[in-house]
T-cell receptor, first 110, second 117 residues
Framework: GDSVTQMEGPVTLSEEAFLTINCTYT??????LFWYVQYPGEGLQLLLKATKADDKGSNKGFEATYRKETTSFHLEKGSVQVSDSAVYFC?????????FGKGTKLSVKP | GAVVSQHPSWVICKSGTSVKIECRSL??????MFWYRQFPKQSLMLMAT?????????EQGVEKDKFLINHASLTLSTLTVTSAHPEDSSFYIC?????????????FGPGTRLTVL
């Protein structure tokens, strides 16, 4: 069945460092791809999405490109801030459901 | 837009009692809502898919008699944890899909922290 694999954390970075969180998926067809963020004690919020190959989703300085040839949707940010500390979930959606990776906890130190 | 609320945000109950958690889509209609349970170390487990006006579809391993789901309207789904025990303590999150939107995007509620003593 469909699945999502994302890099395991925790990831600890200094403020203004470059961030990459890898995500790959297996799915038949052409799923939509998502990154959700969960701040401490809260539910999940959509960070960005891409619905077809080569689309780039972006929001709040984060970017991810839908790469069908490598079945990947890696999350990147050029300069992280302390406020970006959260858990990040990669997800793929097809057939009406969302399948999530296990989440990557990011801690950004000042 | 696309706001989902949950009530209560946290609840503490005694072992053996039942707890109801509400999930509401505030500004859109959701024919489909989803219930997740989040375990320590953050992993999310889909418990069930709730369809308005029909029975919920439970994931393998989830006890349907213990986790009762009702989706009586296009904006409300409820999860009742019956005869709760300490091992049911967890963070329960619901999500909803906008029936008018084309993508598979889900909008998540803020979660409900359940502690069973």
């Amino acid at each position: 069945g469909d699945s999502v694999t994302q890099m395991e954390g925790p990831v600890t970075l200094s403020e203004e460092a470059f961030l990459t969180i890898n995500c790959t998926y297996t799915a038949t067809g052409y799923p939509s791809l998502f990154w959700y963020v969960q701040y401490p004690g809260e539910g999940l919020q959509l960070l960005l999405k891409a619905t077809k190959a080569d689309d780039k989703g972006s929001n709040k300085g984060f970017e991810a490109t839908y790469r069908k040839e490598t079945t990947s949707f890696h999350l990147e940010k050029g300069s992280v801030q302390v406020s970006d500390s959260a858990v990040y979930f990669c997800g793929e959606g097809s057939q009406g459901n969302l399948i999530f990776g296990k989440g990557t906890k990011l801690s950004v130190k000042p | 837009g696309a706001v989902v609320s949950q009530h209560p945000s946290w609840v503490i109950c005694k072992s053996g009692t039942s707890v109801k958690i509400e999930c509401r889509s505030l500004d859109f209609q959701a024919t489909t809502m989803f219930w997740y349970r989040q375990f320590p170390k953050q992993s999310l487990m889909l418990m069930a898919t709730s369809n308005e006006g029909s029975k919920a579809t439970y994931e393998q391993g989830v006890e349907k008699d213990k986790f009762l789901i009702n989706h009586a309207s296009l904006t409300l789904s409820t999860l009742t944890v019956t005869s709760a025990h300490p091992e049911d303590s967890s963070f329960y999150i619901c999500s909803a899909r906008d029936r008018l939107a084309g993508s598979n995007e889900q909008f998540f509620g803020p979660g409900t922290r359940l502690t069973v003593l």
